[in-house]
Nanobody, 122 residues
Framework: QVRLVESGGGLVQAGGSLRLSCAAS????????MGWYRQAPGKQRELVAT???????NYADSAKGRFTISRDNAKNTVYLQMNSLKPEDTAVYYC????????????????WGQGTQVTVSS
């Protein structure tokens, strides 16, 4: 089991910055990748950024150039630095951890945090 606790959300004006943190506990050594997803009202949850245990990153087009994902393996924590925020970035942001298991790592187990609200005012 993996427990994820997010922090750092809040209200910010357009053009501002926020830094989200997600601390993992439990079987955190088994985590293969961590990431951030977001869900705006009336919309599906979507990928924002991911980072593997080796440090490879992936970003949604909407996040490229503005957001940076990073992780501190010693602290089992992943961060999302968000700059140049826009009103359309308003959403609940969820931390995700993936564990690959089973034969040939064919099974993916997802863990989710409780979510943190990010609101960007115009």
């Amino acid at each position: 089991q993996v427990r994820l606790v997010e922090s750092g959300g809040g209200l910010v004006q357009a053009g501002g910055s926020l830094r989200l943190s997600c601390a993992a506990s439990g079987s955190s050594r088994s985590i293969n990748a961590m990431g951030w997803y977001r869900q705006a009202p009336g919309k599906q949850r979507e990928l924002v950024a991911t980072i593997t245990s080796s440090g490879s990153t992936n970003y949604a087009d909407s996040a490229k150039g503005r957001f940076t994902i990073s992780r501190d393996n010693a602290k089992n924590t992943v961060y999302l630095q968000m700059n140049s925020l826009k009103p359309e970035d308003t959403a609940v942001y969820y931390c995700n951890a993936k564990i690959l298991t089973g034969v040939a790592a064919a099974i993916t187990i997802n863990y989710w945090g409780q979510g943190t609200q990010v609101t960007v005012s115009s």
